[in-house]
Antibody, heavy 120, light 106 residues
Framework: QVQLVESGGGLVKPGGSLRLSCAASGFTFSDFYMTWIRQAPGKGLEWVSYISSTTGTIYYADSVQGRFTISRDNAKNSLYLQMNSLRAEDTAVYYC?????????????WGQGTLVTVSS | DIQMTQSPSTLSASVGDRVTITCRASQSISSWLAWYQQKPGKAPKLLIYKASSLESGVPSRFSGSGSGTEFTLTISSLQPDDFATYYCQQYNSYFTFGPGTKVEIK
């Protein structure tokens, strides 16, 4: 069965960096676009970034453009999010999610999330 | 940017009730709309995609309709497992989620 498992979250000071990972299993990872979505405590969902199946296409939300970098290693079935210059407003649970098979932009499987807290 | 709104923000209902949630887009998104269910402390779960297509494994009491700027999610007979928060998401132009509708026990 499809599984997505995020890791790498934690407490970091403003201006610091963190790298999130998402380990995928149960499907052919290299066939699917992947995305990161976040949810601030008690708030709604915010799309962060996506990457195409072969890394040829990458997009970011304006709120993280220039600070976050998405990447993937298809040989390791893994998705990553490098987060630099972190701000208090980046505090959230970060989910990795798989795009639907038709690659139109809905997300059919989600990980359990990893909490990132930015605080001094 | 496309903005999404949902109404109501909170809905109180009883088991067996028919429940309808509305989602509106700030501009036409054709049928590029998905619905998700989220329970506290859990990841969202896909229910509906392309406005009205039921995701595999999702009970048939869930249905979606609409196109353009106005969409609805209907639960035909609310079950105890359905008390949760529901989000719509447009994927016509990048991705935007609605603010959510919490379905609570009346």
């Amino acid at each position: 069965q499809v599984q997505l498992v995020e890791s790498g979250g934690g407490l970091v000071k403003p201006g610091g960096s963190l790298r999130l990972s998402c380990a995928a299993s149960g499907f052919t990872f290299s066939d699917f676009y992947m995305t990161w979505i976040r949810q601030a405590p008690g708030k709604g969902l915010e799309w962060v970034s996506y990457i195409s199946s072969t890394t040829g296409t990458i997009y970011y939300a304006d709120s993280v453009q220039g600070r976050f970098t998405i990447s993937r290693d298809n040989a390791k079935n893994s998705l990553y999010l490098q987060m630099n210059s972190l701000r208090a407003e980046d505090t959230a649970v970060y989910y990795c999610a798989r795009w639907g098979r038709d690659t139109t932009g809905y997300f059919d499987y989600w990980g359990q999330g990893t909490l990132v807290t930015v605080s001094s | 940017d496309i903005q999404m709104t949902q109404s109501p923000s909170t809905l109180s209902a009883s088991v067996g009730d028919r429940v309808t949630i509305t989602c509106r887009a700030s501009q036409s998104i054709s049928s590029w709309l998905a619905w998700y269910q989220q329970k506290p402390g859990k990841a969202p779960k896909l229910l509906i995609y392309k406005a009205s297509s039921l995701e595999s494994g999702v009970p048939s009491r869930f249905s979606g309709s609409g196109s353009g700027t106005e969409f609805t999610l209907t639960i035909s007979s609310l079950q105890p497992d359905d008390f949760a928060t529901y989000y719509c998401q447009q994927y016509n132009s990048y991705f935007t989620f609605g603010p959510g509708t919490k379905v609570e026990i009346k």
